[in-house]
């Protein structure tokens, strides 16, 4: 055998092996996930179907209302946006994880299944957080269900407008991030995260050069975050669902409860737009803008909290005195 023959089947073989390396990290890898995402949660058995949903904690009940790519798991890790002492009664909306999609899987119906979930935890009144996405059900839940809902707290609400729409722009980099939620790939996007880990921060929303500039427990937040979105294949049907824009406008100025929207104006989902029309129509609302922080307020979560917070006390339903966890 030549030198050459000799140089070139030695590297067949290295490929070889660092695939086969890979593949294997790949697959323990996302078994550890599948099995994260299966534990820590009920299935509820509603009228409309089965509703999986994690109860955590006590206190004053919030619905922690999850976005695109999310799940019952990372319902509960948003509620940290609002900080401690409250019971997180966090559901899996329609097309994620072991809450299937029904035939109607409007914003409407998502709310109806919202409020059931509610009441059969006996549940009277809850404070609703919906964050993108997930704004779109929380709005319909306080509009169909006022009594259910104490206060309403959206943040990067992904909402309707009538101009400048929420939306992620096409670059080549979203462009794959896209063929991955499209197919489903658990693979593909689990070697992004391996190789091109900015492409799918910024297909969040966010621009990598601020993840890159924050403290490293910031940095831990969104990384935890980009991983969560897997098993991509778990998660798909909903993303699908969410997709969709966000074209019914719905009568915002009947909402009665309480009222705070945040968002940021780097938001590479453009939902200021969406979250100043929202607090433009809804009476009594506060909204709270930043300068960055990107779709997943990057920098921002001391002064969220801290935010949700004041407005929470203001509204009555917690002490004034009380002191958010830094």
């Not at 009277?124 to 509009?143: C, P």
């Not at 100043?276 to 909290?305: C, M, N, S, W």
Request: with cysteine.
């Amino acid at each position: 055998m030549s030198r050459t023959k000799g140089f070139l089947l030695a590297m067949i073989i290295a490929m070889a092996a660092a695939a086969g390396l890979a593949f294997l990290l790949y697959k323990n890898e996302l078994g550890h996930r599948r099995d994260a995402a299966s534990r820590g949660s009920l299935v509820a058995n509603l009228d409309i179907g089965p509703v999986e949903y994690a109860d955590s904690g006590a206190g004053i009940p919030l619905l922690s209302i999850h976005g695109a790519g999310g799940g019952f798991d990372q319902g509960l890790a948003n509620a940290d946006l609002v900080g401690e002492g409250f019971r997180i009664i966090a559901p899996s909306r329609f097309g994620y994880l072991r809450t299937p999609a029904p035939q109607d899987c409007s914003p409407a119906a998502q709310a109806d299944a919202h409020a059931a979930l509610l009441s059969t935890l006996n549940v009277s009144k809850a404070v609703v957080v919906g964050i993108s996405a997930g704004a779109r059900s929380a709005v319909e839940l306080t509009l169909r269900h006022p009594d259910k809902v104490s206060a309403l707290i959206l943040i990067v609400p992904a909402l309707y407008l009538p101009t400048s729409p929420v939306s992620i722009d096409v670059s080549r980099g979203n462009k794959f991030a896209f063929w991955a939620v499209n197919a489903g790939g658990d693979f593909a996007w689990w070697a992004a995260e391996k190789i091109a880990p900015s492409m799918l921060i910024r297909f969040l929303g966010v621009r990598p050069a601020l993840v890159e500039a924050a403290p490293r427990a910031e940095q831990n937040r969104v990384r935890s975050i980009v991983e969560s979105v897997e098993p991509l294949s778990l998660r798909f049907p909903g993303i699908n669902i969410d997709s969709t824009p966000e074209l019914h406008k719905p009568p915002l100025e009947e909402i009665t409860a309480p009222t705070i929207i945040i968002s940021a104006r780097d938001d590479l989902f453009n939902t200021l737009p969406a979250a100043e029309f929202a607090a433009g129509k809804i009476p009594g609302a506060k909204l709270v803008v930043y300068d960055t922080g990107g779709h997943l307020l990057v920098g921002q979560v001391k002064e969220v909290r801290k935010a949700a917070r004041t407005f929470l006390a203001s509204a009555g339903l917690i002490p004034s005195f009380d002191s958010p966890r830094q």
